[in-house]
């Protein structure tokens, strides 16, 4: 019996400091992956055009790292525990769900995603982060099948404004 209480009190112990990782993945994460899937199963390359301030340039990428040029659309995402603070708008019809930022402190304001036969045709994303002298507003968008669009706004109170843009047009190599 002193056996049995001594097991079951080491296995509580073990129990407690093994901590079981959970998946705290957001909503556009998953949609992201399936798409860094379909570019890299068909062998997809990337064309940049950039434009910061006016100053523009263009790369053209045949060796695309998929995860670090949409890094941006994974690490802006709504995590589940927060859904409470957006208002969702699922619109059959339409076959779109949007996510409406309910709360000032969200820094993601709008989250719109579009299916196409239940598929992610393209997701949208307005972030705004506003602290007491800057402001950083993002516009985010991509199509799985065209490519993708960022356009930027950063601004320190009266010393600095810049503005940019990044399209990405996905092409067959």
């Known amino acids: 019996m002193k056996y049995i209480l001594y097991i079951n009190f080491l296995l509580f112990l073990v129990g407690c400091t093994s901590p079981i990782k959970q998946k705290n993945e957001g909503i556009v994460n ?3 992956q399936t798409i860094i899937s379909q570019l890299e199963d068909n062998n ?3 064309i940049k055009y950039l434009n910061k301030s006016g100053k523009e340039d263009t790369l053209k990428i045949e060796s ?3 995860k670090k040029e949409l890094s941006i659309f994974i690490n802006n995402d ?3 525990n927060n859904l409470t603070k957006y208002n ?12 409406i930022s309910k709360d000032e402190s969200n820094k993601i304001k709008f989250l719109n995603i579009k299916f196409n036969n239940e598929i992610v045709e393209t997701i949208k994303i307005s972030i705004v982060n506003q602290e007491n002298i800057y402001d950083i507003k993002y ?6 099948k065209n490519g993708f669009l960022i356009e930027a706004q950063h601004q320190v109170d009266y010393l600095y404004k810049d503005d940019f843009r990044v399209e990405g047009k996905f ?3």
Not at 139 to 144: G, S
């Open 78 to 80: 709504i995590k589940p």
């Open 139 to 144: 516009e985010l968008e991509i199509n799985r």
């Open 30 to 32: 998953q949609h992201i």
């Open 64 to 66: 695309v790292n998929w």
């Open 44 to 46: 997809i390359g990337l």
């Open 171 to 173: 092409f067959k190599k």
């Open 88 to 99: 969702v708008v699922d619109d059959k019809q339409k076959s779109t769900v949007t996510y």
